[in-house]
Structures are given as structure tokens and as C-alpha cells.
């Protein structure tokens, strides 16, 4: 019972300092740091950009919408979509077409966070509706 429990718990912590762990813990860093800045630019606290689940609900906010529709990135399917639809308006947001919310806030999103967040962009809610 030891031995299985420290295989598991060495693992764990293996996995971390792995190539994809640190890969992704930089990834990470990146986007919390282009999403602090569209956050500020948006009128929103940005350290809550660190935060892991509550980035979503403030980009959701960003976006125009409702927060509790945040929920629906658990929805296998509906996640895509409704990602889709989260970049594209928060790119309405700040003036900038739907082809670059769909390649760079969407399919590249770090590339067009960083755009958005460190450009010259401007975000104004009343562009969403």
C-alpha cells in the first residue's frame, strides 16, 4: 500500500517539470499576462486574469454577455460554439472583424489577446450590440 501510494505521488510531481508541463506552465503565463492587459483596457480588475476559471467568467463579461453563460464551456459540443461567439463579440468590442476574432481570439487566442492587449485598440461595450 506505501509503494503504490509513492509511485502515485512521485508522478504527480514528475509531471510537472516534464517537457509539456513546463511548456504549458509558459503558455499559461502568456496568456494571463495578454488577458491582464485586455482585462485593464476593458475596465475589469486584471489580476483576476490569473485566476484559472475566473478569466472565463470576466471574458464572458468582456464579451457582453452574462457570466453564468460561462457554464456552458462545460458542455462538450456547445464549448466550441459558444467560444466562438465569446471571441467574435469581444473583438466587436474592441473594433476589430470577424475574421481576426475567429483566427486570433479564437483559433490563436494568446497572438490575439497580446494584439488587442498591448495595440492600439480600444474597448467600447456599446460596439457589442
Known amino acids: ?64 454577455l452574462s457570466a453564468w453563460l460561462t457554464l456552458l464551456y462545460i458542455i462538450p459540443i456547445v464549448n466550441i460554439v459558444f467560444g466562438i461567439i465569446v471571441a467574435i463579440r469581444v473583438g466587436k468590442g474592441f473594433d476589430k472583424g470577424g475574421a481576426f476574432s475567429f483566427f486570433l481570439l479564437w483559433l490563436i487566442s494568446f497572438i490575439g489577446y497580446f494584439i488587442i492587449g498591448f495595440g492600439s485598440a480600444t474597448y467600447d461595450k456599446r460596439r457589442i450590440v
Do not use: C
Not at 10 to 28: C, E, H, K, M, R
Not at 31 to 59: C, E, H, Q, S, T
Open 1 to 64: 500500500m506505501v509503494l503504490a501510494s509513492s509511485i502515485t505521488s512521485s508522478a504527480d510531481v514528475t509531471q510537472l517539470w516534464s517537457v509539456s508541463g513546463v511548456f504549458s506552465l509558459v503558455f499559461y503565463v502568456l496568456v494571463a499576462v495578454a488577458l491582464w492587459r485586455v482585462f485593464d483596457k476593458a475596465g475589469y480588475p486584471g489580476i483576476l486574469a490569473i485566476i484559472p476559471i475566473v478569466n472565463l467568467f470576466v471574458l464572458t463579461k468582456v464579451a457582453g
